[in-house]
């Protein structure tokens, strides 16, 4: 899989004309094969900007770039395969088992599910299979499965599709720390370029390139955590007290935060 260069430049969004933004004039610029957080108190708009990333809301102004290509200037299926999304919404009532769910991953290359797949298209969907550890599961059907193994699945479809950009919306989400774990390795690993919205703290700094923090749509900072992720920033953003200690196991410098409730 090849990764991309991201360009967001000054979007905006809005629900509809005249009403008040739900984000506002963003501006980053994430290279090839970098991880991008963002992190932020609910409310702030990372899953709206999530959803300008992957074309599902058009910006009322500004752009989203893909290796310097407008998105909205290509086609949805070129755009399909380019970028992929596991959101936290999860459907549980398809009538497909999980190896029909990551199949679906193959449909841009396709004219529609259920057309004539390679043995290129098998071998993906196997490896993209074998990754998630979802070898004991593929026959089952989604609805039958537990919200971790929901996720598990959706991660595997998106990787099935071989996409250059890979959004992910709270992708540690109902997952066990096991898991938990292994998506974050995963995300790790991947040779592509990944940005992920994300309410921990720690495992953001511990995962991610860049951060992005937003608060009530707006960009509080951007850059590495250690500059970003300030006790101040934190402390203003969620409106708790934040301490955060660094820690430099061989020479790698991570962050640990502890929040507590102001006043506490």
Not at 129 to 143: A, H, M, P, S
Not at 185 to 196: A, E, F, G, Y
Request: with cysteine; hydrophobic share 40%; aromatic share 6%.
């Amino acid at each position: 899989m090849k990764a991309a260069q991201l360009s967001v430049e000054n979007i905006s969004w809005s629900p509809k004309p005249k009403s008040s933004n739900l984000l506002f004039s963003t501006t980053f610029k994430l290279e090839a094969g970098g991880i991008l957080g963002i992190v932020g108190p609910n409310g702030a708009g990372k899953t709206t900007l999530l959803r300008l990333l992957y074309r599902f809301h058009k910006p009322i102004t500004g752009s989203v770039k893909i290796d310097g290509k407008d998105i909205w200037k290509l086609s949805a299926r070129e755009t399909a395969k380019q970028i992929a999304a596991v959101l936290q919404e999860q459907p549980s009532d398809f009538a497909l088992t999980v190896r029909e769910i990551v199949s679906l991953g193959r449909t841009p290359f396709h004219h529609g599910f259920g057309s004539n797949r390679g043995e290129i298209d098998e071998v993906i969907i196997e490896k993209a299979i074998n990754f998630l550890e979802l070898q004991e599961l593929t026959n089952r059907y989604l609805g039958t499965l537990s919200g971790g193994e929901r996720q598990r699945v959706m991660v595997a479809r998106a990787l099935a599709q071989e996409p250059k950009l890979l959004i992910l919306d709270e992708p540690t989400n109902h997952l066990d720390i096991k898991h938990q774990l292994e998506v974050l390795d995963l995300i790790r690993n991947l040779s592509i370029t990944i940005v992920t919205s994300l309410h921990d703290l720690n495992l953001a700094t511990s995962v991610c390139d860049q951060i992005l923090l937003l608060k009530c749509g707006q960009t509080v900072g951007y850059g590495k955590a250690r500059d970003v992720l300030t006790e101040k920033a934190v402390s203003d953003a969620f409106q708790v007290e934040a301490h955060k200690e660094v820690l430099q196991p061989s020479n790698t410098e991570f962050l640990t935060f502890h929040l507590n409730k102001k006043g506490n």
